[in-house]
């Protein structure tokens, strides 16, 4: 059976490797997703696109060989997916949307072995005729949040198919194998040198975020995953909207100079550098296919060069823009002192993102059945997608106008309140921020 090399992503992942019940193989390693379905759904039909995804998209049937020097992946044939059913029909209308988000987070709290492929399964409930919940767990070795977009836009398409509508062919897609080769093959490439020059220049001197600890590592406690939720509410939502349409930035990069004044705050420093991801699908031809693009970023800023809040959005905005245009796979080799702070025995990483739900299905009719993605999830809980090393800041804007927030952090390391203290001083600190971007800042 054909060795193939791993991506580069994938040598990121494996750097977090502590065997198969923890880590980055461990079984909450995962990622999940529900969309609540409108229609009557075939049961039958549902697996059989499942598993035509599973087929279309080798990533999810892919193994990697870890007892190797070097290590390879392997792909295996396609195989049926596991589809579990649940019987909601007893539960109110009234109740449903907190049964929904209870059933999700009941799947989040679940595992799924990097052993048993391919590396997807799902739950179908049914409330009522014409009402469902479909939840996917997907092993994040197999797939990054992007990659969830394309495997849920390709699993509605086959079964309205398979169902006998029209409804076209899906773009072709190339498989996660071409992707790893080819980028193995452009790593020498002279075109890559502006890059990793950029990021020797930007980086030396600099340390990674990292936050102190509540637990050291020594203490060995198993490793867990929780994730503390909270809302930013409305009127913050559209002042950060206000200030990134005055300063021609993302959203992101608004919210993104809030927590760097966080960090200053709980740390004095003014040089930080924050580490996000990005989608790091710059080759066209790997759009739609399935599989680990993204990308670690490091965006430092030096905050004394600023005078007040929208020069710190503008220096920020300019920044992210740099790192943009030099998005490679391999910064760190650039920077080999830069993660230093996070393997102190008192010291973890955090990581802070906007995810943008690219794909999105919301009250998409395909076929004979209209899916709406779950997106609005407040609820904490103890148990949820595992994240390597420390905590794991996501952010959403939310149709009902204001922004949810999950933190996945590791309650090995961390108390819930010391996350919450820090999400509660952000939320202040974001707040002024925005209602008045001139405001002198003093660091």
């Given amino acids: 059976m054909e060795q193939i090399p791993l991506s580069f992503n994938q040598q990121f992942m494996c750097q977090f490797d502590r065997g198969d019940e923890e880590g980055a193989f461990g079984p909450h390693n995962h990622i999940v997703h529900g969309w609540r379905i409108r229609g009557e759904v075939d049961v039958d039909t549902m697996r059989a696109a499942l598993t035509d995804v599973v087929a279309r998209h080798e990533a999810l049937r892919t193994e990697i060989v870890r007892d190797a020097e070097p290590s390879y992946q392997r792909v295996l044939p396609p195989s049926p997916v596991v589809l579990d059913t649940r019987d909601m029909s007893h539960v109110d209308q009234a109740?449903?949307?907190?049964?929904?988000?209870?059933?999700?987070?009941?799947?989040?709290?679940?595992?799924?072995?990097?052993?048993?492929?391919?590396?997807?399964?799902?739950?179908?409930?049914?409330?009522?005729?014409?009402?469902?919940?479909?939840?996917?767990?997907?092993?994040?070795?197999?797939?990054?949040?992007?990659?969830?977009?394309?495997?849920?836009?390709?699993?509605?398409?086959?079964?309205?198919?398979?169902r006998g509508f029209d409804v076209g062919e899906l773009p072709p897609t190339r498989p996660y194998r071409e992707y790893a080769v080819r980028q193995q093959a452009s790593h020498a490439s002279p075109a890559l040198d502006p890059s990793r020059r950029y990021w020797r220049e930007t980086l030396r001197g600099g340390r990674i975020l990292s936050l102190?600890?509540?637990?050291?590592?020594?203490?060995?406690?198993?490793?867990?995953?929780?994730?503390?939720?909270?809302?930013?509410?409305?009127?913050?939502?559209?002042?950060?909207?206000?200030?990134?349409?005055?300063?021609?930035?993302?959203?992101?990069?608004?919210?993104?100079?809030?927590?760097?004044?966080?960090?200053?705050?709980?740390?004095?420093?003014?040089?930080?550098?924050?580490?996000?991801?990005?989608?790091?699908?710059?080759?066209?031809?790997?759009?739609?296919?399935?599989?680990?693009?993204?990308?670690?970023?490091?965006?430092?800023?030096?905050?004394?060069?600023?005078?007040?809040?929208?020069?710190?959005?503008?220096?920020?905005?300019?920044?992210?823009?740099?790192?943009?245009?030099?998005?490679?796979?391999?910064?760190?080799?650039?920077?080999?002192?830069?993660?230093?702070?996070?393997?102190?025995?008192?010291?973890?990483?955090?990581?802070?993102?906007?995810?943008?739900?690219?794909?999105?299905?919301?009250?998409?009719?395909?076929?004979?059945?209209?899916?709406?993605?779950?997106?609005?999830?407040?609820?904490s809980q103890p148990v949820g997608g595992d994240v390597p090393n420390g905590a794991l800041w996501t952010l959403n804007f939310d149709p009902a106008g204001d922004i949810v927030v999950a933190v996945n952090f590791n309650r090995n390391l961390f108390h819930e309140g010391t996350i919450s203290a820090m999400a509660a001083d952000y939320v202040s600190i974001l707040r002024q921020s925005v209602a008045d971007s001139s405001a002198p800042l003093t660091w």
């Avoid at 048993?116 to 997907?138: K, M, Y």
């Fill in 212 to 379: 102190p600890t509540d637990i050291p590592k020594s203490a060995g406690l198993p490793e867990s995953t929780s994730v503390f939720r909270f809302l930013i509410d409305t009127e913050v939502a559209e002042a950060v909207l206000k200030v990134a349409r005055a300063h021609r930035c993302t959203p992101f990069m608004v919210l993104l100079a809030g927590f760097m004044r966080l960090v200053h705050q709980m740390s004095g420093t003014t040089d930080v550098v924050v580490p996000t991801f990005t989608p790091g699908r710059g080759d066209e031809d790997f759009q739609d296919t399935v599989g680990l693009f993204f990308n670690f970023l490091p965006i430092r800023s030096q905050l004394s060069e600023y005078r007040n809040f929208g020069e710190l959005v503008n220096g920020i905005r300019a920044n992210c823009l740099e790192a943009y245009s030099h998005d490679i796979a391999q910064i760190l080799d650039e920077a080999p002192h830069l993660m230093e702070p996070v393997l102190e025995d008192d010291r973890a990483a955090c990581v802070f993102q906007v995810f943008p739900f690219p794909l999105l299905l919301d009250g998409s009719m395909i076929g004979d059945l209209a899916y709406t993605e779950v997106r609005r999830r407040v609820r």
């Fill in 95 to 162: 109740d449903r949307d907190d049964i929904v988000d209870r059933l999700i987070t009941e799947v989040e709290s679940s595992t799924i072995s990097i052993r048993e492929l391919p590396l997807i399964r799902g739950l179908l409930a049914r409330f009522e005729q014409g009402d469902h919940l479909l939840v996917l767990t997907v092993h994040h070795m197999a797939a990054d949040g992007f990659s969830v977009r394309v495997i849920s836009r390709d699993v509605v398409h086959r079964y309205a198919a398979l």
